[in-house]
């Protein structure tokens, strides 16, 4: 079984959600680039995700949502839109945050998991998990998963550290100085 299909197994994705999406926003022209863990995954060694995390580009939001609206359901949230296939646990969210609209346009085609897909850059990515991290209002879970998506993009890019603030830098070390040397 590729990688792929594994994703798609693991996320129980039975109407092909994934590449619905992605062949969709191609067919249409709407640029954009997948962040998030998926992101994460296009840089460095992959750990399974259950969702994709998208920006559009800020002048094709609107003809995104509405495309995507007329063959998924989509829910609005203040900073993001969630779209839903009924057939698909893939959970895929349009990030509404202007801050990642500069993204898209460093974004460049990677393969993650076995598809290929416009990613942000590395340091875009790591932006946008150091957003995360320092948000108060996302889940402490969620934040420990961010933490460790640094981790791994540090690990394959060290020059990037200078890029993390020391007290995320501190957690990050607190975490790992616990676990036996290899």
């Known amino acids: 079984m590729g990688a792929l299909a594994f994703w798609k197994a693991v996320v129980a994705d039975e109407s ?3 590449e619905g999406i992605v062949k969709l926003l191609a067919e249409r022209g709407i640029r954009y680039c997948a962040i998030g863990g998926v992101g994460v995954n296009a840089y460095a060694e992959a750990l399974l ?9 800020s002048d094709q939001m609107e003809e995104a949502r509405r495309v995507l609206g007329e063959r998924y359901r989509l829910t609005e949230f203040p900073h993001s839109v969630n779209v839903q296939d009924p057939h698909s ?3 895929v969210q349009l990030q509404r945050d202007s801050r990642y609209a500069p993204f898209v346009v460093r974004a460049t085609v990677r393969e993650v998991l076995g598809l290929k897909l416009p ?10 998990k150091v957003w995360a ?11 420990g998963k961010d933490i460790l998506d640094i981790g791994r993009l540090i690990d394959a890019f060290p020059e990037l550290s200078s890029n993390v603030p020391p007290k995320i830098l501190e ?5 790992t100085d616990e676990l036996p040397a290899e």
Not at 119 to 124: E, H, K, L
Not at 133 to 143: E, I, L, M, Q, W
């Open 171 to 175: 957690r990050l070390r607190g975490l």
């Open 133 to 143: 991290v320092s948000d108060p209002h996302r889940r402490a879970s969620k934040r």
């Open 16 to 18: 092909n959600f994934l």
């Open 89 to 91: 646990g893939l959970q």
């Open 49 to 57: 995700t259950q969702d994709l995390d998208i920006v559009v580009a």
């Open 119 to 128: 990613v942000a850059a590395a340091a875009d990515v790591l932006q946008g």
